[in-house]
T-cell receptor, first 113, second 108 residues
Framework: ETGVTQSPTHLIKTRGQQVTLRCSSQ?????VSWYQQALGQGPQFIFQ???????GRGNFPPRFSGLQFPNYSSELNVNALELDDSALYLC????????????FGSGTQLSVL | GQSLEQPSEVTAVEGAIVQINCTYQ??????LSWYQQHDGGAPTFLSY????GLEETGRFSSFLSRSDSYGYLLLQELQMKDSASYFC?????????FGKGTMLLVSP
């Protein structure tokens, strides 16, 4: 049990819709990152937030956006959903920005039809 | 950019020792991490190497050679519960790039 929780666990959307995924970080962790994991692949880095500001971004288009709140919760928003967005979305928190030990949540399985 | 190579699958028997290799190409390197992920579960941190050499944590050890852009995870005294996917990951500045994972199957 990592103390990182994500909701919902499963979600079905249709192409073109928008989705918001939520994450509650482990208490005291000021850094959160989001990952997309396709079936049979490793997690792909989407972006990282540190103290409510985006601190790094992977190779994802601007329709992937995020927010981090003072209470250690965060959101991943995806606009104009595409079929290829179907994946497991993982959030991970760390105690501080330079900390290498990530604590992952169990993820949200998103299916886009 | 960054790319990592690791074997897609490894099989072993209970009690054996197995080594999972990882080679990487990166434009910026801070360190190499290893994560374990059971089917349907969250990735779990196993180890991190920033400097050359061997790090040991119980039955698991991890090695890094920065000059060879190479690392490995060594699992000893394998147990059935070790059947899972193992990912190496390279840390850059505010980024973490994962390999595609190695599925380890431990049989009785």
């Amino acid at each position: 049990e990592t103390g990182v929780t994500q909701s919902p666990t499963h979600l079905i959307k249709t192409r073109g819709q928008q989705v918001t995924l939520r994450c509650s970080s482990q208490s005291g962790h000021n850094t959160v990152s989001w990952y997309q994991q396709a079936l049979g692949q490793g997690p792909q880095f989407i972006f990282q937030y540190y103290r409510e500001e985006e601190n790094g971004r992977g190779n994802f288009p601007p329709r992937f956006s995020g927010l981090q709140f003072p209470n250690y919760s965060s959101e991943l928003n995806v606009n104009a959903l595409e079929l290829d967005d179907s994946a497991l979305y993982l959030c991970a928190s760390t105690l501080d920005r330079g900390d290498e030990k990530l604590f992952f949540g169990s993820g949200t399985q998103l299916s886009v039809l | 950019g960054q790319s990592l190579e690791q074997p897609s699958e490894v099989t072993a028997v209970e009690g054996a020792i197995v080594q999972i290799n990882c080679t990487y190409q990166t434009s910026g390197f801070y360190g190499l991490s290893w994560y374990q992920q059971h089917d349907g579960g969250a990735p779990t941190f196993l180890s991190y190497n920033a400097l050359d050499g061997l790090e040991e944590t119980g039955r698991f050890s991890s090695f890094l050679s920065r000059s060879d852009s190479y690392g490995y995870l060594l699992l000893q005294e394998l147990q059935m519960k070790d059947s899972a996917s193992y990912f190496c990951a390279v840390s850059g500045y505010s980024t973490l790039t994962f390999g595609k994972g190695t599925m380890l199957l431990v049989s009785p």
